[in-house]
DNA sequence: ACCTGAACACCGTTCAAGT
DNA sequence: ACCTGAACACCGTTCAAGT
């Protein structure tokens, strides 16, 4: 209709979405500003405006990344019927997201952010390693499970210092917690990244996934982290 | 002591050592043949004599990391005592590999060679998945467990079209072999994403390392899988 | 506030020419 | 057989100028 196509109010949208089909196509390597300015109609300056560089474009992009990754785990939960069936299938939408979109996923690990935007990325990380645990089933009592939203730092020592009492039952128990979720967002990303360098097949990736589940499920660590509902 | 420092039988060698070494200080996206060429004191046109573009550099790099994590499993191996203890000291070689070559990790395991180059990356890869294998203790009689040396492609299904008779005992023993040995670079791999990415810390990323030998051992699987020696 | 377009330094790739 | 150096197209980044 118009002569000059849009870019009006939401370049930066826009320069998101072209980035998110390019990545699929030529991978960050072959993600270019210029090239997604002509995308977009605009000048090759025009994209300035609304990232400073092409790291902050990265970085956006990762953020992108783990909320769209977010909404399939939740979709993932909502369909489940059960933990050991919500287990599977929260599995299959990680490996799945991560293959489809293996060089949006490598954005959102690649650690490379700095300052305020590493801080922007590891917060959305939070959100959603927040939901896989929820998905692990309710957590004990008084313990809420959300340590993991603070500092990416830390050292990994976590015992011994906020009780009172040596013998207070169970004091690793949310450790497991924390253990298994990340063990599973390691195995899951593991069995993606086996896949998208053709290590193995898709239908033996599927396979793998479900190997896992079972595996994981069947854990002594599972026992002391994931409860039914 | 000489004028113009070396470049003269080695090139190829000396260019792919300062790529490993570039790799560490500024990742993929940071390596330049143009530097590379620079810090080996030659033209800028140098490299083409030995690699015909960039990917060739890349997947002779790819292929370079594949030998030397081949090199540090084996040595791992070597100085182990007995299957559990071998399996965890094989479990931190991987990550430990995998964290402080980040950068040559993910060209070994990004699957983005063609033709000649991906066949010689798969076979670089092959030869440690094999040892890998090896890690596991004597395979059954009968079965070497050799088939992932051939085509990468395959499509996952290998039941149903070589035994005679339907009821010969334990079919997927090596099917488990497969599945388990697969589930350990996975996980070790994603362990180490973790850690890059900066989601978990090192010693944490230990803990995983420990949790994951612990569990994987533990289980079913590996009971059809792994053999004591 | 947002976009344009020239300018600059850097890059990968090609290729004729040297040794 | 291996390396040099000019040439070309592309890139990210900066910045004065426009609206």
Redesign the pocket.
Known sequence: MTDRPF???N??AVLLDEAVAALRESGVEG?????L??RA??????????F????ALLDALAVLGFERLHDRVQQAIAGSDGLRDRFRRVAHAYVDFAVEDAALMELMFEGKAVGAAAAEVQAAAGTLFTLLDSAMGPARAGTPADQDEGAPDGGGHDDGDHEGDPRDGDPRDDGARETFKMLFAATMQGIATLVVSRRIGRTQGDELVDAAAETMLGSDLARRAVSAD
Chains 1, 2 share one sequence.
């Open positions: 870019h009006h109010g370049l930066r993600l270019s500003l210029r090239e300015a002509r109609g605009v000048s090759h300056g025009a994209p300035r405006s609304h400073v560089d092409r790291r």
